[in-house]
């Protein structure tokens, strides 16, 4: 404690699993995110709500949108470093998405426009059951300090030579900030409820 | 003190405690969003609200109703 109080991973015991359940991507503007106050000892809360930010409706597209990747073909990566004392971390989510058409095209176009403009917003369920949110904005209804942009980079697709060859796109976003992704604990429901 | 939401967000949606989808004017757990809006000091979230308690009394109901009976002592 003279120098920095440290702490302990005391996970309770018991089993887990490895994977992605669900993606869904977002506008990081349309949404507010709700967290109580760091403790004591400044360990971040997890997000508890989330609300559509004042001038953002449903009906004018503000939503969770769902991704149907292939099943067992995502995951999320992330990778820490540091040079002195500034820290980085890298995140990175990857996805097959089956069956090259102009809907991938399309929806490629879509992301790139928002890489280069906004970042895309991701709320991520592991297969855990914990849900993970990346390149959210707002936070108790102030700018997040530094917002993490998540961006569409390195994806590449393949129509395959045989019958049975995987004819797919690999998804990659890809965006750096300086901490790892904060847990939303409102229920995958109310998530759901937002598409 | 009871928690009431203002007429103007009756119709407000809010996704917490596993529903995106009851505005708030029909919720039936407008304690727990009290209670969130409280801890995390949100000003979008404190501003729907008409009537809220103080953070120690919503935390206390909580606790009543959550306290399991006790059984009576056998004589």
């Known amino acids: 404690m003279l120098c920095k109080k440290l702490q302990s991973i005391n996970r309770t015991c018991g089993p887990t699993s490895g994977g992605i359940a669900r993606i869904w991507i977002f506008d990081g503007e349309d949404f507010n995110f709700t967290q109580a106050a760091a403790d004591a000892d400044g360990n971040k809360a997890p997000f508890t709500a989330i609300a559509l930010r004042a001038g953002a409706t449903a009906l004018g597209g503000a939503k969770m949108f769902p991704i149907k990747f292939e099943k067992n073909e995502a995951e999320y990566t992330y990778k820490q470093s540091r040079k002195g004392c500034s820290v980085k971390y890298e995140h990175q989510l990857e996805f097959k998405l089956p069956d090259l058409s102009l809907l991938i095209s399309n929806w490629n176009a879509n992301i790139d426009a928002a890489g280069c403009c906004c970042g895309v917003g991701l709320a991520i369920q592991l297969n855990s059951g914990k849900v993970f949110i990346a390149g959210e904005k707002y936070a108790n209804a102030s700018v997040i300090d530094i917002p993490l942009e998540m961006k569409q980079d390195g994806s590449s697709g393949t129509s395959g030579k045989l019958l049975d060859d995987e004819n797919s796109q690999t998804t990659i976003l890809k965006g750096d900030n300086n901490r790892g992704l904060i847990e939303y604990s409102g229920g995958v429901q109310s998530i759901v409820d937002l598409q | ?75």
């Open chain 2, 1 to 75: 003190m009871k928690v009431k939401i203002k007429d103007s967000h009756l119709k407000t949606v809010v996704a917490f405690n596993s529903d995106g989808k009851t505005p708030l004017g029909e919720r039936k757990d407008l304690d727990k969003l009290a209670v969130i809006a409280l801890e995390s000091g949100d000003k979008s979230l404190l501003e729907l609200f008409e009537e809220i308690p103080p953070l120690d009394e919503l935390k206390a109901d909580k606790v009543e109703k959550e306290l399991p009976a006790l059984p009576a002592a056998k004589k």
